[in-house]
């Protein structure tokens, strides 16, 4: 494949011991040291009550990183198209659902229901952001990171407009946790761009290759990927980071990786 290109302009960050991207930055850089920490979901205040009341944590996780994003990168949220990636959607709900009908009282909310379809973050996000713009969910189990910014970067090259990827997987409750052991919510959000402009933090240079993925130098850090689809990516945060020219293999469909070369802007 040919090469997809595009310039970062702003990240968002939520997960174990890790509250924004500015606090992600200054732990991968090394400047500040990482206590691992529960993952902290701020409250959807974009949303109405009524859809507020309606959202569990995956909602809460998504909008969280991606507002930090677009805000960050200071887009309106309402004008940028956004593409989600999810391992496995909304644990909590799945295991709401599979209770109910495991119950003699079988029938399920409109609430379960529609909560239900993957895509549910991207119809709160538009109702937050109050977007009429497209989004794109994709899923590929656990190289769902990858596939996202593949799509996110192609989105970017093809329209030649600003793009965002908001990526998030949440921790299953048990008995499903002990099939599917995601350990802890964590998400994070790209505002991608055509061109460089001032806001440009890093380019990004990235095929599809054979190889083995990358993990982060920092012993604790460097776990949350073994069991965190959507914390993939801190490799590639990592790198971003420390601010100096690097290569990282992110983990795609075996035996591919997405080989991603970034090159500060500063």
Same mark, same amino acid.
């Given at each position: 494949?040919?090469?997809?290109?595009?310039?970062?302009?702003?990240?968002?960050?939520?997960?174990?011991?890790?509250?924004?991207?500015?606090?992600?930055?200054?732990?991968?850089?090394?400047?500040?040291?990482?206590?691992?920490?529960? /993952?902290? !979901?701020?409250?959807? @205040?974009?949303?109405? +009550?009524?859809?507020? $009341?309606? &959202?569990?944590? #995956?909602?809460?996780?998504?909008?969280?990183?991606?507002?930090?994003?677009?805000?960050?990168?200071?887009?309106?949220?309402?004008?940028?198209?956004?593409?989600?990636?999810?391992?496995?959607?909304?644990?909590?709900?799945?295991?709401?659902?599979?209770?109910?009908?495991?119950?003699?009282?079988?029938?399920?909310?409109?609430?379960?229901?529609?909560?239900?379809?993957?895509?549910?973050?991207?119809?709160?996000?538009?109702?937050?952001?109050?977007?009429?713009?497209?989004?794109?969910?994709?899923?590929?189990?656990?190289?769902?990171?990858?596939?996202?910014?593949?799509?996110?970067?192609?989105?970017?090259?093809?329209?030649?407009?600003? /793009?965002? !990827?908001?990526?998030? @997987?949440?921790?299953? +409750?048990?008995?499903? $946790?002990? &099939?599917?052991? #995601?350990?802890?919510?964590?998400?994070?959000?790209?505002?991608?761009?055509?061109?460089?402009?001032?806001?440009?933090?890093?380019?990004?240079?990235?095929?599809?290759?054979?190889?083995?993925?990358?993990?982060?130098?920092?012993?604790?850090?460097?776990?949350?990927?073994?069991?965190?689809?959507?914390?993939?990516?801190?490799?590639?945060?990592?790198?971003?980071?420390?601010?100096?020219?690097?290569?990282?293999?992110?983990?795609?469909?075996?035996?591919?990786?997405?080989?991603?070369?970034?090159?500060?802007?500063?």
């Amino acid at each position: 494949m040919s090469d997809l290109i595009a310039f970062v302009a702003a990240i968002g960050v939520c997960g174990p011991g890790l509250r924004d991207w500015t606090h992600a930055e200054s732990v991968l850089s090394g400047k500040e040291p990482y206590v691992p920490a529960a /993952t902290i !979901l701020p409250p959807p @205040d974009t949303l109405p +009550p009524t859809e507020r $009341r309606r &959202t569990g944590r #995956v909602v809460k996780l998504a909008l969280a990183v991606g507002l930090e994003a677009v805000r960050r990168a200071g887009i309106d949220p309402k004008l940028i198209p956004v593409v989600f990636a999810s391992s496995g959607g909304d644990g909590d709900n799945c295991d709401a659902i599979c209770q109910t009908l495991a119950s003699s009282q079988r029938a399920l909310s409109p609430t379960r229901f529609h909560n239900s379809v993957h895509n549910a973050p991207a119809g709160y996000w538009s109702i937050a952001a109050g977007a009429q713009v497209p989004t794109t969910t994709v899923c590929a189990y656990d190289a769902s990171f990858a596939a996202g910014l593949l799509e996110a970067l192609a989105q970017t090259a093809c329209s030649g407009r600003e /793009t965002a !990827l908001i990526a998030y @997987d949440l921790d299953y +409750p048990e008995p499903l $946790r002990a &099939t599917r052991p #995601v350990t802890a919510p964590f998400g994070v959000a790209f505002v991608m761009k055509p061109t460089r402009d001032a806001t440009a933090l890093v380019r990004l240079t990235a095929r599809l290759e054979d190889g083995r993925a990358d993990r982060p130098r920092h012993p604790d850090l460097g776990k949350l990927p073994e069991t965190i689809p959507a914390a993939q990516s801190l490799i590639l945060l990592e790198a971003i980071a420390l601010g100096r020219p690097a290569t990282v293999n992110v983990d795609y469909l075996a035996p591919a990786v997405l080989r991603i070369e970034i090159t500060p802007c500063s």
